[in-house]
């Protein structure tokens, strides 16, 4: 079921996205929607799932970005991996908390794609790729805080009420 | 050899999806690829909503733009009939030189270039990801949008197409920091790339030092590159570098278009298939 949700609302947050930068004009300034969802997944699906989940969430921004190259699908899947790790030495509670934690994410998830960029096109150093980042990472931040309710209902929808027959 | 793969299926599981990605990428990720029908199943399901969605929004920001255009109509009124009395000058002496330039050409034989199909689209979104500058266009297969096939709007020249599915295509923007477009100088006819950087201008490179180049000269395509057509406008030379020694001199290229404001464009050209021998236009969607 997390997967089901994850796909459709990221297809449908990755088309409002594209549709909403159209019309403010941005070039450069983009929300990681990807990396928010990889990063609840990170806290909240079992392995497998949420393994699945980031790789069909990477298919789709790949899908997405015109020129499909199967690095968002890899990016995605090992920072789910990766995330998956950071509970264990910190408690990530509250959208406060998973907003910087979308935002860690988001970082590393831009510095890898710059790196991998670099390493296929070799034009300029990968440091000329990140000038975009801080407002990256600010606006997904933003976007973190808003899903997080959103993320947090379809969550709680999913959990059946403990009873007699379970 | 059963049990230990029934024991450890998870992580492998995990571990495939984690490496076939990376592996695919590093293969021969920096091509792209071609569209599977899962792409063309999304693609199919997404533009809609992207196209209804633009219409949405663009009728209401219209709506309210009308009211307050109504405000300022009979000053630009004026003035843009004066503009139109220029033009019409221009278009009478360029009338002139139209027919002189066909008397030439009848005198020399010279070979009339057929002009390609014009396909019309609309601009339906702009892909998520800042470091490929593309768009969605709302003309596909279906109605002669091959890969390879140039972008341009009346201003200047747009981009490329990158895939192409049924109802829809991706447009690679002449911005995108992994285009070149083979340019020239439209007084001077001098030769020259034109290099995207990721949005702003874009910049002019392997030009001769020797070649005669200004700030401020148009730059038009030269056809050379096999994708745009000539003489489609590219922009105009700024911040031009002429160096003591080396082979080449740089500028920066104001774009003529501003690919961050696009909304209806024009697909010209010939897709990548019909440029192989014997290619057909069918090719280019496999």
């Known amino acids: 079921m997390k997967f089901l949700v994850s796909v459709a609302l990221a297809l449908a947050l990755l088309t409002l996205e594209s549709v909403l930068v159209k019309q403010a004009g941005l070039e450069l300034g983009r929300v990681d929607v990807t990396v928010v969802l990889v990063a609840f997944l990170a806290l909240r699906a079992t392995l497998m799932e949420g393994a699945i989940s980031a790789f069909s969430v990477g298919y789709l921004l790949d899908l997405m970005s015109g020129q499909p190259t199967w690095l968002y699908t890899f990016l995605a899947v090992f920072i789910f991996l990766v995330g998956r790790l950071v509970p264990t030495f910190v408690e990530v509670r509250g959208a406060l908390a998973f907003a910087l934690f979308s935002m860690a994410a988001d970082v590393g998830h831009s510095l890898l794609a710059s790196f991998f960029t670099w390493l296929t096109v070799k034009e300029d150093g990968p440091g000329s790729q990140l000038a975009e980042m801080p407002l990256q990472v600010a606006l997904t931040g933003l976007a973190a805080l808003a899903l997080f309710p959103l993320l947090r209902r379809f969550e709680a929808s999913q959990e059946r009420p403990a009873g007699l027959l379970r | 050899m059963w049990s230990l793969l029934k024991r450890y299926y998870r992580p492998l599981f995990v ?109 339906v979104g702009v892909n998520p990801v800042a470091k490929l500058l593309s768009v969605r266009i709302s003309s596909g297969e279906q109605q002669g949008v091959f890969r390879g096939m140039s972008v341009v709007t009346p201003d200047g020249i747009v981009g490329q197409v990158i895939r192409a599915t049924g109802g829809y295509a991706d447009v690679a923007l002449v911005t995108d920091p992994q285009s070149r477009v083979a340019v020239r100088v439209q007084r001077s006819r001098a030769r020259g790339t034109a290099a995207g950087t990721g949005g702003g201008p874009l910049k002019l490179e392997n030009m001769l030092r020797t070649e005669d180049v200004e700030d401020g000269d148009l730059i038009i395509t030269a056809g050379t590159d096999g994708i745009y057509p000539p003489g489609v406008v590219v922009g105009r030379v700024t911040n031009l570098e002429k160096k003591e020694h080396g082979m080449f001199q740089g500028a920066d290229i104001v774009p003529a278009v501003d690919t961050s404001k696009l909304e209806e464009v024009l697909v010209v050209g010939s897709p990548y298939s019909a440029m192989a021998p014997g290619g057909t236009a069918e090719g280019a969607s496999k």
């Open chain 2, 15 to 123: 571990g495939f999806l984690l490496l076939a990605p990376l592996g695919a990428f590093l293969l021969g990720g920096s091509k792209g690829r071609g569209p599977n029908f899962i792409d063309r199943a999304i693609i199919a399901v997404t533009s809609p909503v992207q196209q209804g969605l633009t219409s949405a929004i663009e009728g209401a920001v219209a709506a309210g733009q009308n009211y307050l255009d109504l405000r300022g109509v009979r000053r630009e009124n004026d003035a843009l009939r004066l503009e139109n009395l220029q033009l019409r000058a221009a278009v009478q002496a360029l009338g002139e030189s139209r027919m002189e330039n066909e008397r030439l050409r009848k005198l020399l034989n010279y070979a009339q270039a057929e002009p390609g199909p014009e396909i019309p689209a609309r601009v």
